[in-house]
């Protein structure tokens, strides 16, 4: 019996390829991000509420939020009030009122409001 363990030729350990392991995991991955894609989806909902409610109390906005029209953002403007809404450039944003002043009220894509200088937008 030693002398055949001695000799017992030994097996390696099967491997699995790479692209079946990132297949398996993304698939895994997939199946977690369900669950979690539900609960962010609720979390932005959340978010987008408390925006147009700190919106109302802070531009005193009792009419309904409807949009006038979209525009472009020319270049980047970092906000120097809470009511300033930071832009990049090229981002979209969707213009809520036009008021007295050179400014407009705008939102953007994460449901910010806040006002935009209208020489820093491009209409189309």
């Known amino acids: 019996r030693e002398k055949d ?3 017992k030729i ?5 491997r699995v390829a790479k ?5 398996r995991k993304s698939i895994d991955d997939l199946e977690r991000n369900i669950f979690k894609f539900k609960k962010s989806s609720e979390e932005k909902s ?7 409610k700190f919106f109302r109390e802070t531009f005193m906005y009792d009419k309904e939020i409807s949009v006038i029209s979209t525009a472009t953002a020319e270049c980047s403007v970092p906000s120097e009030r809470r009511v300033d809404l930071p832009i990049t450039a090229g ?4 213009v809520i009122d036009v008021t007295e002043g050179a400014a407009v009220i705008c939102r ?3 449901g ?3 006002y935009v200088l209208v020489e820093h937008l491009n209409f189309r």
């Open 19 to 23: 692209e079946c392991k990132d297949k």
């Open 91 to 94: 981002e979209q944003l969707e």
């Open 10 to 14: 030994r097996m390696p350990k099967l």
């Open 108 to 110: 953007n894509s994460e």
């Open 112 to 114: 910010r409001y806040g």
């Open 46 to 52: 959340r978010m987008r509420e408390k925006e147009e």
């Open 5 to 7: 363990d001695k000799y």
